[in-house]
């Protein structure tokens, strides 16, 4: 029921269930994320957002990085994970202020839109600019 990807989809139910079952009979997350690790299992927890910003493992990936805001001092964003010589990558402004705020910038810009095209995707609100 469970040998490829299509029999494990169709099964789904059946499957999580089983999972289910299995996970049952720890004490803890920590305790079934051992013995995955220990039979070289790929695996991780599921975690709650306020978490995964207070993740000892992601502070020391440097998974998040603080931009200056106009509106609210500094704000906590994602990084970028990418690395080039060993370095991270961070960006290079401040965050956005509002949403749309760069939009005009990266269509004229990055993609050569003319500012009539702009106009026309402002006006079919395809597109939110200030």
């Known amino acids: 029921r ?3 990807r299509d029999a494990r989809r169709t099964n789904w139910r059946a499957l999580q269930d089983l999972i289910g079952q299995w996970l ?3 004490e803890s997350v920590e305790a079934a994320l051992d013995v995955m690790d220990k039979a070289r299992i790929p695996c991780a ?3 709650h957002p306020a978490e995964v910003i207070a993740s000892p493992h992601l502070a020391e990936r440097r998974f ?3 931009l200056p805001h106009r509106g609210r001092g500094s ?3 994602t990084a970028s994970p990418y690395h080039l010589d060993g370095e991270p990558v961070h960006p290079q402004r401040p965050a956005p202020y509002r949403v749309g705020e760069h939009t005009r ?3 004229a810009n990055l993609l050569g839109y003319d ?3 702009i106009t026309a995707l402002l ?3 395809a597109i939110e600019a200030p």
């Open 2 to 4: 469970f040998a490829t």
């Open 24 to 26: 049952d009979r720890f």
């Open 45 to 47: 927890p599921v975690l």
């Open 64 to 66: 998040f990085a603080t």
């Open 75 to 77: 704000v906590r964003v």
């Open 105 to 107: 910038e990266v269509l």
């Open 115 to 117: 500012e009539a095209r």
């Open 123 to 125: 006006a079919s609100r």
